[in-house]
Protein backbone atom coordinates (compact mmCIF):
# COMPACT_ATOMS: atom_id res chain seq x y z
CA UNK A 1 0.00 0.00 0.00
CA UNK A 2 1.40 3.38 -0.95
CA UNK A 3 1.38 5.97 2.07
CA UNK A 4 -0.47 8.53 0.23
CA UNK A 5 -2.66 8.64 -2.53
CA UNK A 6 -4.60 10.42 -4.79
CA UNK A 7 -7.47 9.03 -6.59
CA UNK A 8 -9.33 10.68 -9.30
CA UNK A 9 -8.93 14.04 -8.21
CA UNK A 10 -10.92 16.71 -10.18
CA UNK A 11 -10.71 20.64 -9.66
CA UNK A 12 -12.14 23.48 -10.97
CA UNK A 13 -11.74 26.97 -10.44
CA UNK A 14 -14.72 28.67 -11.85
CA UNK A 15 -15.28 26.99 -15.37
CA UNK A 16 -11.66 26.18 -15.51
CA UNK A 17 -10.42 22.90 -15.29
CA UNK A 18 -6.93 22.78 -13.45
CA UNK A 19 -7.25 18.77 -12.12
CA UNK A 20 -8.85 16.47 -14.14
CA UNK A 21 -8.92 12.68 -13.16
CA UNK A 22 -4.84 13.19 -10.96
CA UNK A 23 -4.11 9.76 -9.55
CA UNK A 24 -1.12 9.37 -7.88
CA UNK A 25 0.66 6.73 -5.27
CA UNK A 26 3.56 7.85 -3.08
CA UNK A 27 5.54 4.92 -1.81
CA UNK A 28 6.94 4.83 1.82
CA UNK A 29 10.67 5.22 2.46
CA UNK A 30 10.95 6.56 -2.05
CA UNK A 31 11.26 9.80 -3.38
CA UNK A 32 8.80 10.47 -6.02
CA UNK A 33 8.91 13.42 -8.56
CA UNK A 34 6.53 15.50 -10.24
CA UNK A 35 7.41 17.54 -13.29
CA UNK A 36 5.67 19.55 -15.74
CA UNK A 37 5.62 22.81 -17.61
CA UNK A 38 4.35 26.08 -16.12
CA UNK A 39 0.88 26.46 -15.22
CA UNK A 40 0.23 22.53 -15.66
CA UNK A 41 -1.07 22.00 -12.39
CA UNK A 42 1.09 20.89 -9.91
CA UNK A 43 1.45 23.59 -6.98
CA UNK A 44 -2.79 23.05 -7.12
CA UNK A 45 -2.53 19.45 -6.80
CA UNK A 46 0.12 19.91 -3.89
CA UNK A 47 -2.59 22.44 -2.58
CA UNK A 48 -5.26 19.24 -2.58
CA UNK A 49 -3.13 17.01 -1.12
CA UNK A 50 -2.03 19.15 1.97
CA UNK A 51 -6.09 20.21 2.31
CA UNK A 52 -5.71 23.86 1.04
CA UNK A 53 -8.40 22.83 -1.53
CA UNK A 54 -10.99 20.39 -1.16
CA UNK A 55 -11.73 18.75 -4.76
CA UNK A 56 -14.46 18.82 -6.52
CA UNK A 57 -13.90 14.74 -7.29
CA UNK A 58 -11.55 12.42 -6.33
CA UNK A 59 -10.12 11.53 -2.67
CA UNK A 60 -6.90 11.83 -0.92
CA UNK A 61 -5.68 8.66 1.45
CA UNK A 62 -3.19 8.78 3.82
CA UNK A 63 -1.83 5.14 4.83
CA UNK A 64 -5.19 3.98 3.93
CA UNK A 65 -7.61 6.73 5.57
CA UNK A 66 -9.68 8.96 4.05
CA UNK A 67 -8.66 12.87 4.38
CA UNK A 68 -10.25 14.53 1.90
CA UNK A 69 -10.83 17.91 2.13
CA UNK A 70 -9.36 17.81 5.97
CA UNK A 71 -8.09 20.95 6.66
CA UNK A 72 -4.11 22.29 5.87
CA UNK A 73 -3.63 22.34 9.86
CA UNK A 74 -5.00 18.80 10.92
CA UNK A 75 -3.53 16.95 7.76
CA UNK A 76 -0.25 18.52 9.01
CA UNK A 77 -0.59 17.10 12.29
CA UNK A 78 -1.00 13.72 10.51
CA UNK A 79 2.35 13.64 9.64
CA UNK A 80 2.25 15.70 6.15
CA UNK A 81 4.76 18.76 6.00
CA UNK A 82 5.42 21.15 3.06
CA UNK A 83 7.80 24.19 1.84
CA UNK A 84 6.21 26.49 0.08
CA UNK A 85 7.15 27.89 -3.53
CA UNK A 86 7.60 30.86 -2.58
CA UNK A 87 9.66 31.03 1.45
CA UNK A 88 8.31 32.08 4.53
CA UNK A 89 10.46 32.22 7.34
CA UNK A 90 10.69 34.74 10.33
CA UNK A 91 13.91 37.18 9.26
CA UNK A 92 14.60 38.41 12.47
CA UNK A 93 14.49 35.48 14.01
CA UNK A 94 17.98 33.20 14.23
CA UNK A 95 18.32 29.76 12.54
CA UNK A 96 17.98 27.91 16.16
CA UNK A 97 14.70 29.98 16.65
CA UNK A 98 13.15 29.68 12.85
CA UNK A 99 13.27 25.64 13.50
CA UNK A 100 12.30 25.98 17.61
CA UNK A 101 9.15 28.12 16.92
CA UNK A 102 8.16 25.30 14.23
CA UNK A 103 8.74 22.21 16.54
CA UNK A 104 5.04 21.21 18.39
CA UNK A 105 6.19 20.76 21.30
CA UNK A 106 7.14 24.24 22.36
CA UNK A 107 4.32 25.44 19.75
CA UNK A 108 2.19 23.13 22.28
CA UNK A 109 3.46 24.75 25.53
CA UNK A 110 2.22 27.88 23.93
CA UNK A 111 3.91 30.67 25.99
CA UNK A 112 7.63 32.20 24.65
CA UNK A 113 8.65 28.65 22.55
CA UNK A 114 11.71 30.48 21.63
CA UNK A 115 12.48 30.71 25.51
CA UNK A 116 12.01 27.10 26.11
CA UNK A 117 13.33 25.92 23.25
CA UNK A 118 16.72 27.80 25.22
CA UNK A 119 15.83 26.44 28.80
CA UNK A 120 15.21 22.99 27.90
CA UNK A 121 18.07 21.29 27.12
CA UNK A 122 15.60 18.25 25.40
CA UNK A 123 14.35 20.95 22.77
CA UNK A 124 17.63 22.29 22.32
CA UNK A 125 18.99 18.97 21.66
CA UNK A 126 15.57 18.47 18.90
CA UNK A 127 16.49 21.88 17.42
CA UNK A 128 20.31 20.63 16.93
CA UNK A 129 19.23 17.60 15.31
CA UNK A 130 17.11 19.00 13.14
CA UNK A 131 19.61 21.75 12.63
CA UNK A 132 22.15 18.82 11.38
CA UNK A 133 19.52 17.04 9.20
CA UNK A 134 19.39 19.94 7.43
CA UNK A 135 23.14 20.92 7.09
CA UNK A 136 22.48 24.16 8.81
CA UNK A 137 24.46 22.74 12.62
CA UNK A 138 26.87 25.83 12.06
CA UNK A 139 24.87 28.28 11.34
CA UNK A 140 22.94 28.11 14.20
CA UNK A 141 22.98 31.54 15.89
CA UNK A 142 22.91 33.78 12.15
CA UNK A 143 19.98 35.47 12.03
CA UNK A 144 17.54 33.89 9.33
CA UNK A 145 17.99 37.26 6.68
CA UNK A 146 21.53 36.56 7.04
CA UNK A 147 21.55 33.66 5.27
CA UNK A 148 22.46 33.02 1.52
CA UNK A 149 20.06 31.65 -0.71
CA UNK A 150 20.81 27.94 -1.13
CA UNK A 151 20.99 27.97 3.02
CA UNK A 152 17.33 29.65 3.46
CA UNK A 153 15.52 26.64 1.67
CA UNK A 154 17.88 24.74 3.83
CA UNK A 155 16.58 26.56 6.60
CA UNK A 156 12.88 25.78 5.24
CA UNK A 157 13.15 22.32 4.57
CA UNK A 158 14.29 22.33 8.33
CA UNK A 159 11.02 23.95 9.63
CA UNK A 160 8.95 21.44 8.13
CA UNK A 161 11.15 18.55 9.44
CA UNK A 162 10.94 20.23 12.56
CA UNK A 163 6.58 18.34 13.27
CA UNK A 164 8.52 15.25 12.02
CA UNK A 165 6.96 14.57 9.23
CA UNK A 166 6.34 11.25 7.64
CA UNK A 167 6.08 12.25 4.31
CA UNK A 168 7.40 16.19 2.98
CA UNK A 169 6.50 17.87 -0.16
CA UNK A 170 8.59 19.97 -1.76
CA UNK A 171 7.77 22.83 -4.17
CA UNK A 172 10.18 23.81 -6.75
CA UNK A 173 13.26 23.73 -4.05
CA UNK A 174 16.01 24.47 -6.52
CA UNK A 175 14.01 27.63 -7.85
CA UNK A 176 16.60 30.40 -7.77
CA UNK A 177 19.94 28.66 -6.66
CA UNK A 178 22.61 28.69 -9.08
CA UNK A 179 24.49 25.22 -9.59
CA UNK A 180 26.81 25.19 -6.40
CA UNK A 181 23.60 25.69 -4.54
CA UNK A 182 21.85 23.14 -6.44
CA UNK A 183 23.90 20.67 -5.57
CA UNK A 184 24.43 21.25 -1.88
CA UNK A 185 20.14 21.44 -2.21
CA UNK A 186 20.73 17.89 -4.03
CA UNK A 187 23.56 16.72 -1.37
CA UNK A 188 20.45 17.28 1.47
CA UNK A 189 17.84 15.73 -0.29
CA UNK A 190 19.69 12.71 -0.94
CA UNK A 191 21.10 12.39 2.94
CA UNK A 192 17.10 12.79 3.83
CA UNK A 193 16.18 10.35 1.03
CA UNK A 194 15.15 6.97 3.21
CA UNK A 195 14.43 8.38 6.41
CA UNK A 196 11.09 9.64 5.25
CA UNK A 197 8.29 9.87 2.07
CA UNK A 198 9.52 12.95 0.40
CA UNK A 199 7.68 14.41 -3.02
CA UNK A 200 8.99 16.94 -5.30
CA UNK A 201 7.89 19.50 -7.64
CA UNK A 202 10.65 20.43 -9.74
CA UNK A 203 11.40 22.07 -13.25
CA UNK A 204 15.31 21.26 -13.23
CA UNK A 205 15.52 17.88 -14.90
CA UNK A 206 18.84 17.04 -13.58
CA UNK A 207 18.38 17.68 -10.00
CA UNK A 208 15.10 15.64 -10.09
CA UNK A 209 16.72 12.37 -12.38
CA UNK A 210 19.14 12.07 -10.18
CA UNK A 211 17.26 11.74 -7.45
CA UNK A 212 13.65 10.51 -7.83
CA UNK A 213 12.50 7.27 -7.40
CA UNK A 214 9.91 7.47 -9.55
CA UNK A 215 8.25 10.67 -11.50
CA UNK A 216 4.81 11.89 -12.80
CA UNK A 217 4.68 14.09 -15.45
CA UNK A 218 1.42 16.38 -15.22
CA UNK A 219 0.69 18.28 -18.34
CA UNK A 220 -2.78 20.38 -18.24
CA UNK A 221 -3.81 19.44 -15.40
CA UNK A 222 -3.67 15.67 -15.85
CA UNK A 223 -0.87 12.74 -15.42
CA UNK A 224 0.40 11.93 -18.81
CA UNK A 225 3.41 9.69 -17.87
CA UNK A 226 4.55 8.10 -15.03
CA UNK A 227 7.68 5.92 -14.30
CA UNK A 228 11.79 5.41 -13.11
CA UNK A 229 13.80 8.11 -14.80
CA UNK A 230 15.40 5.90 -16.67
CA UNK A 231 11.80 4.88 -18.20
CA UNK A 232 10.45 8.40 -18.56
CA UNK A 233 13.89 9.22 -20.77
CA UNK A 234 12.51 6.30 -23.12
CA UNK A 235 8.89 8.11 -23.13
CA UNK A 236 8.33 9.48 -26.34
CA UNK A 237 5.86 11.90 -24.93
CA UNK A 238 7.95 13.13 -22.53
CA UNK A 239 10.56 13.94 -25.13
CA UNK A 240 7.88 15.31 -27.24
CA UNK A 241 6.72 17.52 -25.09
CA UNK A 242 10.27 19.10 -24.50
CA UNK A 243 10.06 17.84 -20.76
CA UNK A 244 13.32 15.35 -21.29
CA UNK A 245 15.69 18.18 -22.08
CA UNK A 246 18.33 16.98 -19.70
CA UNK A 247 21.03 19.20 -20.67
N1 LIG B 1 -6.78 29.96 -6.55
C1 LIG B 1 -6.85 29.91 -7.89
N2 LIG B 1 -7.87 30.44 -8.57
C2 LIG B 1 -7.96 30.38 -9.91
N3 LIG B 1 -7.03 29.78 -10.70
C3 LIG B 1 -5.98 29.22 -10.09
C4 LIG B 1 -5.82 29.25 -8.65
N4 LIG B 1 -4.66 28.61 -8.34
C5 LIG B 1 -4.14 28.20 -9.51
N5 LIG B 1 -4.92 28.56 -10.55
C6 LIG B 1 -4.66 28.27 -11.96
O1 LIG B 1 -4.47 26.88 -12.08
C7 LIG B 1 -3.50 26.60 -13.07
C8 LIG B 1 -2.42 25.72 -12.49
O2 LIG B 1 -1.62 26.50 -11.62
P1 LIG B 1 -0.46 25.89 -10.72
O3 LIG B 1 0.05 26.97 -9.87
O4 LIG B 1 -0.96 24.65 -10.06
O5 LIG B 1 0.62 25.50 -11.83
P2 LIG B 1 2.08 24.89 -11.65
O6 LIG B 1 2.11 23.62 -12.42
O7 LIG B 1 2.43 24.82 -10.21
O8 LIG B 1 2.97 25.96 -12.41
P3 LIG B 1 4.46 26.55 -12.08
O9 LIG B 1 5.40 25.54 -12.65
O10 LIG B 1 4.49 27.83 -12.83
O11 LIG B 1 4.57 26.71 -10.60
C9 LIG B 1 -2.97 27.95 -13.56
O12 LIG B 1 -3.61 28.26 -14.76
C10 LIG B 1 -3.39 28.90 -12.46
O13 LIG B 1 -3.59 30.18 -12.97
MG1 LIG C 1 3.85 25.75 -9.05
Not at 42 to 62: E, I, M, Q
Not at 121 to 126: F, Q
Not at 199 to 219: K, R
Request: proline share 5%.
Amino acid sequence: MALFEARELHLRFGDRVVLENVSLAFKAGKLSGIMGPNGAGKTTCFNVLTGRYKPNRGRVLLEGHDITGRPPQEIARLGVARSFQLMTLFDEFSVFENIAVALPATRARGYDPIGQAYADPALTWDVQQILESAGLAGRADDPAKALPYGARRALEIGVALACKPKLLFLDEPTAGLGSDGRARLADLVRKLKGTLTIVIIEHDMEFLFSLADEISVIHWGQVIARGTPAELKANPWVGASNLGRLN
